[in-house]
């Protein structure tokens, strides 16, 4: 598990610490049914609040990315990912919309917009 | 593990009055300034001074009371207080396998040498950083299950701050239900370790909060005298007055940034805390 | 205890050159002045060597953080006299076996019975010292304390003239004390001494328990 936090981000740490694992676990980078490190072990790696981790493992586990067992750890469930990647690529697709849908307000031409798309794109 | 009962100390002037509660399995940090209390209350913790009222009571005893199988139990660093300087680590040694049933010698070895602590010097030699380190490795080498370390972390470069840091977070690893009350006034060294923090301020307890909270939900709102007249005070802890109008701290960060999203919403650490709680208005 | 004894024994290590020249003076004294001495000065030098360590202790803030060490404060109280005692007498042992030898060298004779009983009154006298000194080092600290016995020191002389004043006065007569005094046999004043010792240091224990627990850390 390979985790980068940025302390300076106002995106909250446990929620930039859930979409990484949350990533890894979609690509396959972390297999079904392996264990993530304990709570202690990972906020001592990342030098965070071990409520943090928690926080953001509590949040995987109501996403149903993991499963944590009593005494014996976090482990990742058994994801059908193909349905993880539609519920991400149609969460992205909201955030399109609502960018279509001002952009539409203000008058901007089908061009404009795919013009912007591009520009963004060769970022 | 520990629960700090409306304890009160009084010193001429000054009084102390506080209470405070050490869950089991978390690393509690006690912030604040020089003289806010902060090793009083340590103090009273580890039953070297008597409360004038309330109670402290550790495992669920009274904190003057403890026996020694108890204290066996407590790993203590102070930072002015240690072994006689005069003794070597050798020395030290030989008296924690004394001292100490679960003294483990071979981790504390080992953790000289990576920490390049030599054992046949007299302690009165060594740099303040290696004095420090060694105090704190002294606390962590008896597998206690509760750590109290006032201010363990004072007047260290950056490198010995982290090596000691490194050593609580080892600790804190071995066995998830060890706790650990650590004093500081280095607040970025609290907010890389602790879980629970609380302010102190001229002996009495200013703020309790996570510090998960306190990095995602706390911030500093930075507005002019128009948008601070128009602004709903609901979740703002304190103001202070600045040359460009006030800045306001708050712990909703997410309700400023949603109703007024023009606003600068900055996030706050825990220093900028301090400084706010302490001060201003 | 046993850890602190330890830690008060490595401390005495550190200092092992000191306590060498004490045993090469107290052999040359043995030799030159006289063997009878010896016995009270290494005794003593042991005595003053063991409640040094209380000065080690207290040296550079050491209280509270051996405090929070598994002892309690009595543990801490008895380990004083523990070591006290036990350097008294090892220095005392130490003393008779150089003053036997010293003896033996000049070719005088040795009567083990009678040098053996001397040399266990001479005992009585630091053990009494204890008594005053371990109480005093816990409650003055190392550098006051000299102040303080010198003081009881003076004290007692004071009132030890004034009291020889008094009996003048009234016309009693001292060489009858004297005479008392020497009809005391050994027995008698071995025993006499054996329940001042004893008396004095259940005193002392009890005063010193007193001044740790009411010791401001």
Known sequence: MHIILNNSSMIPIYEQLMEQVKSQIISGEIKENEVLPSVRALSAELKISALTAKKAYDRLEDEGFVITVHGKGTFVAATDRQLAVEARRKAVEDDFRLAVEKARTIGMTREEVLEVVEIMLEE | ?281 | MSGLLVKDFRLLLQRKQAVIMMLVIAVFISFSIGEEFILGYLTFIGLILATSSISYDEFDNGYPFLMTLPITNKTYVLEKYVLSAGAMLFSWLVALVISFATKMMHGAPIQPAEDLLGAVLILFFPCLLMNIMIPIQLKFGSEKSRIVLLAIGGIGAIIGYGAAGFMEKIGDDIDDIIQTLDRITPATAFLLLTVLVIATLFISYRISNVIMDRKIL
């Open chain 2, 1 to 281: 593990m520990v629960t700090v009962k409306n304890l009160t100390k009084r010193y001429g002037d000054y009084t102390l009055n506080l209470s405070l509660e050490l869950p089991d399995g978390m690393i509690t940090g006690i912030v604040g300034k020089n003289g806010a209390g902060k090793s009083t209350t340590i103090k009273s913790i580890l039953g070297l001074i008597t409360p004038d009222e309330g109670s402290v009571t550790v495992f669920g005893k009274e904190a003057r009371a403890l026996s020694c199988a108890d204290k066996e139990e407590i790993g203590v660093a102070l930072s002015d207080s240690g072994f006689s300087m005069y003794l070597t680590i050798r020395d030290v040694i030989c008296v924690l396998k004394k001292m100490y049933h679960r003294f483990d010698e071979k981790m504390f070895v080992g953790k000289c040498e990576e920490l390049g602590l030599p054992v046949d010097k007299q302690i009165k030699n060594f740099s303040t950083g290696m004095k420090a380190k060694l105090r704190v490795l002294v606390a962590v080498s008896h597998r206690a299950r509760l750590l109290i370390l006032d201010e363990p972390t004072a007047g260290l470069d950056v490198e010995a701050r982290n090596d000691i840091l490194d050593l609580l977070r080892e600790y804190m690893r071995e066995d998830e239900n060890r706790s650990i009350l650590i004093s500081s006034h280095i607040s970025s060294d609290l907010e890389g370790l602790c879980d629970d923090l609380y302010l102190i301020h001229d002996g009495r307890v200013l703020l309790h909060e996570e510090t998960d909270r306190i990095l995602s939900e706390y911030a500093i709102l930075k507005v002019d005298e128009s948008e601070y007249s128009a602004l709903d005070q609901k979740y703002i802890l304190k103001t202070r007055k600045e040359p460009f109008g006030y800045a306001c701290l708050t712990d909703q960060k997410k309700f400023y940034g949603e109703n007024y999203p023009r606003m600068i919403v900055e996030k706050a650490n825990i220093d900028d805390l301090i400084l706010f709680m302490t001060g201003g208005k």
